[in-house]
Nanobody, 117 residues
């Protein structure tokens, strides 16, 4: 298993930007199939926001397309989520998840993002 640590969350006004990072704190990084960012708003289920696969292809939730960008730095064992044009509905706890080719996943502890109107 890999221990992941997210950072970069905070309070920002609508229209602002934040950059989240998800780095490996411990464990062996091998056999990773994809890396994703999820979010969970109060009273709602956790949802997939963005995903990047080993080959570099990406997927985004419709609600964030054109505003969020996921990227990966293998040398630093870090995945990023650049969030621009933030909206109040983007508020929530953001989690990263790395999934291995064997199907096992590791989650970070989450970082709070709050967007004020």
């Amino acid at each position: 298993q890999v221990r992941l640590v997210e950072s970069g969350g905070g309070l920002v006004q609508a229209g602002g930007s934040l950059r989240l990072s998800c780095a490996v704190a411990a464990g062996v990084v091998s056999g990773i199939n994809d890396k994703g960012w999820f979010r969970q708003a109060p009273g709602k289920q956790r949802e997939l926001v963005a995903l990047i696969r080993t080959g570099g292809s990406t997927s985004y939730a419709d609600s964030v397309k054109g505003r969020f960008t996921i990227s990966n730095d293998n040398a630093k064992n870090t995945v990023y989520l650049q969030m621009d044009s933030l909206k109040p509905e983007d508020t929530g706890v953001y989690y990263c998840r790395w999934t291995r080719t064997n199907g096992l996943s590791s989650w970070g502890q989450g970082t709070q993002v709050t967007v004020s109107s």
